[in-house]
């Protein structure tokens, strides 16, 4: 049994991992593209809309609550409550969505006047955005019951391929319709058909997958509610202080900088924060295994998996992100060419930042999964406040450097505070995060100081770039293969499919 949920894991944890990595380069090559058609402050007025339609994610109370029971309700056989619990949250989501829409509808005008100041732009094409956007974002999170629902079956094959297509479709839209000349407007539309279409996919694979799942708003209950009410609240206020952390640095930035600094911010934050999403992919298919493995194994396993998955995302996560902040000048360059030094900075800092946050990913997902939302809830709560109330104080005195300087500290001390309380939950005084910390950072250290000092004698950015990306994985995965702490890592490197006959 043990073994299997590690198979499972390890299975989910690859189809997350593979779509990332295919549509990471998608992502390197959008923002470019968008640069060369509207500009930069055109890409800053597209990111700002972005941000400020991002806040949907509030709406987001109950995704975890559709995996976490459906992971239960399945081992059980018990087919009717995950049918009420579906229904019951897709009515909710979409009664929430309703009232987000016509909020964004009403007070377009304001939030314009506010937050997007510029004249290059027709005010027109900027309102159609923005209420597109809203209805996009609006969607997806209704939509997002499908594939918590299928996350809880543990098909993360079936949503990580829709989500590709989802990707490549927005894709080709963005591309043609800036082609055509539609601009920031374009991107909106193009988001609005590609949203369609991966809606309309989700209701045939799970119709197929999960015959007895019909959409039937009259099956909405009340009484479902009391039953996830946990997951409601927590879900709620931490989504709130999620969009606090990640997104409000944006609106501050454009009241305070202007749509220009924006633009640097987000070319920044947008690469790493693609990063912090590829590698937390790792750690989401933990929760609806640890919610099986709980009620069937107990705590003392659970520690065990924590401790397992924590020390192999530390293997692969901490090299890459202290990779991206030592090289995020030449990094920056090779992807978009001179001038944008303030987007090296960004990149610089927040690698570090996003590593800490990715390293608290397992733990987090564990904690849900076993039905203790309150650590990692408070410690959002925690982020999101620091984040916002040093933000407001620095950017005046230090500019953007001052967002930057927030989000470190808030995440530092958090996390800090997470680890402490986790150990404290788990009742784990041998759990020692800084044992599996160490081999992979003073490796990738020490590894990057002598890439440092051997890049000052390249000449060219790009080779120097390329010699990097080229010596220092290989050099890790080498020094990393003959640790004996890394047993199952050798398994894979020599048969990378075993996983799937396991």
Not at 179 to 189: P, R, V
Not at 463 to 475: D, K, Q, R, Y
């Amino acid at each position: 049994m043990a073994h299997e949920i590690y198979n499972r894991i390890a299975k989910n944890s690859l189809y997350n991992l593979l779509r990332r990595f295919l549509a990471f380069p998608v992502g390197l090559i959008l923002p470019p593209v968008v640069l060369s058609y509207i500009g930069v402050e055109g890409y800053g007025v597209w990111a700002l809309i972005q941000a400020l339609v991002a806040y949907s994610m509030i709406l987001d109370m109950g995704s975890d609550a559709m995996t976490k029971y459906t992971a239960e309700y399945k081992s059980q056989e018990n087919h009717p409550k995950i049918s009420r619990l579906f229904n019951t949250l897709f009515v909710f989501y979409l009664f929430l969505f309703v009232i987000f829409f016509f909020a964004v509808f009403i007070y377009r005008d304001w939030i314009i006047d506010v937050f997007i100041k510029t004249d290059k732009f027709s005010r027109e094409d900027i309102s159609f955005a923005l209420v597109l956007y809203t209805a996009v974002f609006g969607i997806n999170m209704v939509f997002k019951v499908y594939s918590s629902f299928l996350n809880g079956l543990e098909r993360m094959d079936l949503t990580n391929k829709v989500e590709m297509l989802s990707v490549i479709n927005n894709f080709i839209f963005s591309i043609f319709f800036l082609y055509i000349g539609w601009g920031i407007k374009g991107l909106a539309i193009a988001s609005g058909l590609s949203t369609l279409i991966t809606g309309s996919i989700y209701l045939r694979v799970c119709a197929k997958v999960a015959p007895y799942m019909k959409l039937n708003p009259l099956a909405f209950n009340f009484g479902v509610v009391p039953e996830v009410y946990k997951f409601i609240t927590y879900g709620a206020l931490g989504g709130i202080t999620s969009m606090a952390y990640f997104q409000l640095a944006k609106l501050i930035i454009s009241y305070f900088l202007g749509i220009t600094y924006l633009a640097y911010y987000d070319l920044g934050h947008r690469l790493i924060m693609a990063m912090m999403v590829l590698f937390s992919s790792l750690a989401i298919s933990v929760m609806p295994a640890a919610s099986a493995g709980y009620a069937s194994m107990g705590i003392e396993k659970i520690k065990e998996v924590f401790q397992t998955t924590f020390k192999y995302i530390a293997l692969i996560a901490t090299p890459v992100f202290l990779f991206t902040s030592v090289m995020a000048d030449r990094i920056i360059f090779a992807w978009l060419g001179p001038g944008y030094e303030e987007a090296a900075f960004v990149l610089r800092f927040l690698s570090i930042a996003y590593l800490i946050n990715v390293l608290g990913g397992p733990g987090a997902s564990i904690l849900t999964g076993i039905g203790l939302l309150e650590v990692p809830f408070y410690c959002g709560i925690a982020n999101g406040v620091i984040s916002v109330v040093l933000s407001l104080i620095l950017v005046v005195k230090f500019g953007l450097a001052g967002i930057i300087i927030s989000n470190l500290m808030a995440v530092t001390i958090t996390s800090i505070y997470f680890f402490y309380y986790l150990q404290k939950r788990l009742v784990s005084p041998d759990m020692n995060i800084l044992k599996y910390l160490k081999s992979p950072l003073l490796t990738s250290m020490s590894i990057l100081l002598i890439l440092t000092f051997m890049g000052r004698y390249i000449g060219n950015s790009h080779v120097g770039l390329l010699s990097a990306a080229i010596l220092f994985p290989i050099t890790y995965i080498s020094l990393a293969y003959k640790n004996p702490e890394y047993g199952r890592m050798r398994d894979f490197i020599r048969r990378p499919l075993s996983i799937f006959y396991l």
